[in-house]
Nanobody, 124 residues
Framework: QVQLVESGGGLVQAGGSLRLSCAAS????????MGWFRQGPGKEREFVAA????????YYADSVNGRFTISRDYAKNTVYLQMNSLKSEDTAVYYC?????????????????WGQGTQVTVSS
């Protein structure tokens, strides 16, 4: 059984920073990639960033590229999302996800395991 637990969300002013963490337990060695998604108020869940679990290659949505950084600590089975220069439109519930199949996916259906989400609110 795999569990993903996010933490680090909160309230921050526009222009500020937050770092989200996603701790994975269980059969994490099976993951090909880990990703972050978000769902803002009244919006569809959207891809934010992904990282190849073993190789470390990273991928970003255009809306966050240059502001957010995804990374992983292989030894701790933890994925991070460093968010800088936050904007009000970044307000959302952020979800961590794990992908078993080969390939980096940007769609929800590409991922097999999900965390419970952590709220990020950016005040303007």
């Amino acid at each position: 059984q795999v569990q993903l637990v996010e933490s680090g969300g909160g309230l921050v002013q526009a222009g500020g920073s937050l770092r989200l963490s996603c701790a994975a337990s269980g059969r994490t060695f099976s993951f090909y990639a880990m990703g972050w998604f978000r769902q803002g108020p009244g919006k569809e869940r959207e891809f934010v960033a992904a990282i190849h679990w073993s190789g470390g290659s990273t991928y970003y949505a255009d809306s966050v590229n240059g502001r957010f950084t995804i990374s992983r600590d292989y030894a701790k089975n933890t994925v991070y999302l460093q968010m800088n220069s936050l904007k009000s439109e970044d307000t959302a519930v952020y979800y961590c996800a794990g992908k078993l199949r080969i390939g980096i996916g940007v769609g929800q259906n590409d991922y097999d395991y999900w965390g419970q989400g952590t709220q990020v609110t950016v005040s303007s």
